[in-house]
């Protein structure tokens, strides 16, 4: 078994700043591609950014120069810096990794999500 466990989410100003980390644990050889994921409400889920294997990264137009993701291999986590948020940053936010497991297969999991909340 493969578990994501997202954490940092919580209620945030304007303007403010939130850390969120995605911590893979189980039967986990190395995390691939990873990427973060949000979900408002009554809107569908959308790529918030999304890192490879190696340093390459891509990130949603409204993340641009706000957000970062980022990885530690060491650690199995991947991290979403995310700077000067916006109320309209606010949702479920959810991690996705493609995982090499311990079996020798390359499987996608997901986490169960971590709330942001931003007030103006």
């Known amino acids: 078994q493969v578990q994501l466990v997202e954490s940092g989410g919580g209620l945030v100003q304007a303007g403010g700043s939130l850390r969120l980390s995605c911590a893979a644990s189980g039967s986990i050889v190395s995390i691939n591609s990873a990427g973060w994921y949000r979900q408002a409400p009554g809107k569908q889920r959308e790529l918030v950014a999304r890192?490879?294997?190696?340093?390459?990264?891509n990130y949603a137009d409204s993340a641009k120069g706000r957000f970062t993701i980022s990885r530690d291999n060491a650690k199995n986590t991947v991290y979403l810096q995310m700077n000067s948020l916006k109320p309209e940053d606010t949702a479920v936010y959810c991690c996705?990794?493609?995982?090499?497991?311990?079996?020798?297969?390359?499987?996608?999991?997901w986490g169960q999500g971590t709330q942001v909340t931003v007030s103006s």
């Open positions: 890192i490879t294997s190696g340093v390459s990264t």
């Open positions: 996705n990794a493609d995982v090499t497991t311990t079996w020798g297969l390359l499987r996608g999991y």
